[in-house]
């Protein structure tokens, strides 16, 4: 069964420090989401990503994050510099159409802790 | 804007008794409204979805939610908890935008945990 595959599971570092996130969806699937879940919450989207344009970053804090999906398919969430209260889950999702009755299959997310 | 509450935090129940996660929303026009389930170290699966066809909707697992217009809840119910159902569950509704780009918000979530 196809799966959004996300890397790596786990991530410590130092705040200010730089850090990526990579993830690859469900091949055919042209739209990609970066969630960010904070331990006891919900997750909430940072960016939405219809085949290589973004169509939703007014959650993404951009002094210090970017996305990208250069060739529409796999992603990178960048965070530079990293500060303590980015610790949190990095879930990536994808949708085969930006259609609300298609599901939205969720990768198992990098674990960011920031020291 | 679209939101949900959901109603408890955490739920305890014994194996073999009904599970029952509260769930509200706040929407300005007729919701797509889902429930996910979060296992430790899991991503999130989709256990059902309404989107305006039978207001009864059937999940996985035998899982059920109900959406009731009047009442503006769509609670998750399964008649006999078993052990691998304990997990971090959470209901979310789906933002329609322009161009057809929605987007899920989801509430806090609801731990459920099982004991024998």
């Known amino acids: 069964e196809a799966e959004v595959a996300q890397s790596p599971r786990y991530k410590i570092t130092e705040k200010s420090q730089a850090v990526a996130f990579w993830c690859d969806p469900i091949?055919?699937?042209?739209?990609l989401y970066w969630y960010r879940q904070i331990l006891g919450q919900g997750p909430e989207l940072l960016v939405q990503?219809?085949?290589?344009?973004?169509?939703?970053d007014s959650q993404l804090p951009k002094d210090r994050f970017s996305a990208e999906r250069l060739k529409g398919v796999d992603s990178t969430l960048k965070i530079q510099p990293a500060e303590l209260g980015d610790s949190a889950m990095y879930l990536c999702?994808?949708?085969?159409?930006?259609?609300?009755?298609?599901?939205?299959?969720f990768g198992p997310g990098t674990r960011l802790t920031v020291l | 804007a679209q939101s949900v509450t959901q109603l408890d935090s955490h739920v305890s129940v014994s194996e073999g008794t009904p599970v029952l996660l509260r769930c509200n929303y706040s929407?300005?026009?007729?919701?797509?409204l889902f429930w996910y389930v979060q296992h430790p170290n899991k991503g999130l699966q989709l256990l059902l979805k309404?989107?305006?066809?039978?207001?009864l909707v059937k999940g996985i697992n035998g899982f059920e939610a109900e959406f009731k217009k009047s009442e503006t809840s769509f609670h998750l119910t399964k008649p006999s908890a078993h052990m691998s159902d304990a997990a971090e569950y959470f209901c979310?509704?789906?933002?329609?935008?322009?161009?057809?780009?929605?987007?899920?918000?989801f509430g806090a979530g609801t731990r459920l945990a099982v004991h024998p």
């Open positions: 999702a994808s949708r085969l159409g930006a259609d609300s009755y298609n599901e939205q299959f």
């Open positions: 091949s055919g699937h042209a739209t």
């Open positions: 309404y989107t305006s066809a039978a207001t």
């Open positions: 990503f219809q085949d290589e344009s973004v169509v939703d």
């Open positions: 929407s300005s026009y007729s919701p797509s």
């Open positions: 979310v509704v789906s933002d329609r935008r322009s161009g057809g780009y929605n987007k899920l918000i």
